[in-house]
């Protein structure tokens, strides 16, 4: 098997666990204080990993490159935090599936990589089955289209994805122009940098938050570096839409947690069809 894929796999484990840790932990902590700590408590783990990669020469262009991308990644965690802060972690996550669609587009477009035909199938599959996770109870074809619509963590996931379509491909641009640590350590910092004042702005009690529940929260920036590590690792070696692909086997992963870990049950039958049609999508636009 492809070594990128592999990698791959390897973030979809730790992503799955990942949802359903921020969805327990985002019910009791401020969102804005989740985000900040998702990528200021990565950047420890990255520092130890930059001493076994070593740091790489730097041109102008990454530079230029960083800080717009940090921006972005400062703001998608905001609006992700917010995301499992207003609904279920089973409904949340198998939106993601949605993401390979759009990076077919957004890779074709920055990096011109195209993949195979199935991708038209697997887009099939992924509309079947964001359609199916609100099926149930439906009086009329639309129906469920509306009733997933009106989940305020769906529109924020969506709005995530198109700014991850994009950037999903600048992390492969800025991995070359540096390497699978160097790039992640200088966007986890700026954007931690860009999300203090924000946090401190937002969060009146932040400090009591961060000094009480620093433990599950350095976690959860542990886990997420971690996992970009292997996903910027991944991505260096194979197509970036391959990589979003399979990363989105976490989708499945988390619908079952869900129900055992959140006791989130309502409706677990057409959540489990739903996310796994997406995957099987996500799967078909991969191969």
Known sequence: MDPGIMLAL???LIKGYQAIYQRRNALGTDEFITAWSSRAFGVPVLLAAILFYGVPDL???FFLMIVPQSLAIAAASILIAKAYKESDASIVTPMYAIS????????FLILGEIPSVSGGIGVLCIALGAYALKIKGAKSV???VRKLW???????ILVVLLIYSITANTD???VGLSSPV???LAVYSLSSIFLMPVMMRKSDDWKKQVKTEWR??????????VAIILQMTAINTTLVSYVISIKRLSIPLTVVFSYFMLDEKESFRERIIGSGLMVLGAILISI
């Open 150 to 156: 009106q989940e305020r963590g769906v529109q924020l």
């Open 172 to 174: 492969k641009i800025g």
């Open 182 to 184: 160097m790039w992640p």
């Open 59 to 61: 041109g102008l262009q």
């Open 142 to 144: 639309l129906e469920p």
């Open 216 to 225: 599950p929260l350095a976690l959860l920036g542990v886990l997420g570096a």
């Open 10 to 12: 390897g973030v979809a």
């Open 100 to 107: 390979p669609m759009l990076v077919l587009v957004t890779s």
